[in-house]
Antibody, heavy 122, light 105 residues
Framework: QVQLVESGGGVVQPGMSLSLSCATSGFTFSLYGMHWVRQAPGKGLEWLSL????????YYADSVKGRFTISRDDAKNTVSLQLNSLRAEDTAVYYC???????????????WGQGTLVTVSS | DIQMTQSPSSLSASIGDRVTITCRAS??????LNWYQQKSGKPPKLLIF???SLQSGVPSRFSGSGSGTDFTLTITSLQPEDFATYYCQQSYGLAGFGQGTNLDI
């Protein structure tokens, strides 16, 4: 079955960096676009970033553009998110999620990890 | 950026009720609209994609409709496990979510 497992969360000071990873299994990773979505405590969902199935195109929400970088390793079936210049408002549970359809990001996110908590605090 | 606005932000209902949640896009998104259910401490679950297509394994009491800018999620005959928070998400441009609708008893 499809599985996504995030790791790398923790407590960091403002201005510091963190690297999140999402290990996947149970599907042909190289055929799917992958996303990162976060949820601040008690708040709604915020889409952060997308990397296309072929890794050639990457997109970011304005709130993280220039600070976060998405990447993928098809050999290891993993997608990563590098978080730089972290702020208190980046405190959230970070989820990785898979596009529902191969080669397309138009039909929702059908598989999600359990999330990893990032806390930015001095 | 495309803004998604859900209403109501919270809703109280009873077992067996029929409820409707509305989502409005700031510009036309055709039918590139998806609905999710999230329970406390869990990741979201895809319910509806393409505005009206039921995701595999989702009960048929869930349905979606709409196109352009106005969309609805309808749950007929509410069950205890349906009390959760619901989000719409557009996939026409860069993905964006509505602010959520909390459905409680």
């Amino acid at each position: 079955q499809v599985q996504l497992v995030e790791s790398g969360g923790g407590v960091v000071q403002p201005g510091m960096s963190l690297s999140l990873s999402c290990a996947t299994s149970g599907f042909t990773f190289s055929l799917y676009g992958m996303h990162w979505v976060r949820q601040a405590p008690g708040k709604g969902l915020e889409w952060l970033s997308l990397i296309w199935y072929d890794g050639h195109d990457k997109y970011y929400a304005d709130s993280v553009k220039g600070r976060f970088t998405i990447s993928r390793d098809d050999a290891k079936n993993t997608v990563s998110l590098q978080l730089n210049s972290l702020r208190a408002e980046d405190t959230a549970v970070y989820y990785c999620a898979r596009d529902r359809s191969t080669y397309s990001s138009s039909f929702g996110l059908d598989s999600w990890g359990q999330g990893t908590l990032v806390t930015v605090s001095s | 950026d495309i803004q998604m606005t859900q209403s109501p932000s919270s809703l109280s209902a009873s077992i067996g009720d029929r409820v409707t949640i509305t989502c409005r896009a700031s510009q036309s998104i055709s039918t590139y609209l998806n609905w999710y259910q999230q329970k406390s401490g869990k990741p979201p679950k895809l319910l509806i994609f393409g505005a009206s297509s039921l995701q595999s394994g989702v009960p048929s009491r869930f349905s979606g409709s709409g196109s352009g800018t106005d969309f609805t999620l309808t749950i007929t005959s509410l069950q205890p496990e349906d009390f959760a928070t619901y989000y719409c998400q557009q996939s026409y441009g860069l993905a964006g979510f509505g602010q959520g609708t909390n459905l409680d008893i």
